[in-house]
């Protein structure tokens, strides 16, 4: 456990302590070492001047959105395919699979000219519908799964109690799977949060850059990297998603128990 925990734990360190480094600091001395100058400027340099505020502002609402809609549909989907009996439904949830063998590359370039035909480039839009559209297959087949969990006469006894399918959906299932909703809306924030290639594609207006696109633009005169405000940037972005896990770790540990166990 303590090599682990080294091995975990080394790497967040040194980036830390690489932001509070000069740049002199960081290309003259060793990569261990620890900075000659504490250089707390850097986050501010990094906040500022880097447009990280402006940055985690726009992934924020390009995240949020993708996410409601992913969890609300994928939930639903889920819920019609598992719980609701009618035909065909093992083949539509084949076609939601497929959606996970399609790579992101293939898609890009007809999704950036239908987004420029309909007008939608300049928007956070394209990064809305796109992530929504990719986060979906993978979330209706893992609610599919949590919702094998749930025994089905507690939904056949809600429908002689005179409930239909909306009440049954929302005064029943949703409680029921809250933690699994709280997992998969985790992975998926993870996904999307993390993303760089859907979103470098889609972001031709600096004011609309995402957090993973705006790390690119540190570099100063004659292109050289300003490595303190850089890694003070990559700290603001990895240690907000670390503290939101740890805050809910014991969450998304329930719902992965709860959907691989079929009780």
Excluded: H
């Excluded at 497929?98 to 990064?127: E, K, N």
């Excluded at 490595?227 to 240690?239: S, T």
């Amino acid at each position: 456990m303590a090599v682990l925990l080294v091995v975990e734990l080394y790497p967040l360190l040194w980036m830390f302590l690489t932001s509070l480094k000069s740049n002199d600091d960081y290309l003259n001395n060793p990569s261990w070492s620890l900075p000659t100058t504490w250089e707390w400027g850097n986050y501010t340099e990094a906040w500022t001047t880097g447009n990280i505020g402006l940055y985690v502002q726009n992934s924020l609402l390009a995240v949020l959105p993708s996410l409601a809609l992913i969890l609300l549909m994928g939930t639903a989907a889920g819920f019609a395919l598992q719980i609701m009996v009618w035909k065909g439904r093992s083949v539509t949830l084949l076609l939601f699979l497929a959606g996970i063998m399609v790579p992101a590359q293939m898609i890009l370039l007809p999704l950036f000219t239908v987004y420029f035909q309909v007008g939608l480039s300049g928007t956070l839009w394209p990064l809305i519908l796109t992530y929504t559209g990719s986060g979906l297959p993978l979330t209706v087949f893992m609610m599919a799964t949590y919702y094998k969990t749930i025994p089905r006469e507690m939904f056949e006894a809600a429908t002689l109690d005179g409930a239909g399918i909306l009440r049954s959906f929302w005064s029943i299932s949703v409680p029921m799977v809250r933690n699994a909703v709280l997992t998969v809306g985790l992975v998926q924030f993870f996904f999307i949060w993390n993303d760089l290639l859907i979103a470098l594609t889609f972001t031709n207006n600096q004011d609309l850059r995402t957090i993973q696109v705006g790390l690119l633009n540190f570099s100063g005169e004659f292109g050289a990297t300003q490595y303190g405000p850089l890694f003070a940037a990559i700290c603001i972005n990895v240690f907000g998603t670390l503290l939101i896990y740890l805050f809910l770790n014991q969450k998304v540990m329930k719902g992965l128990a709860g959907g691989a166990v079929k009780g």
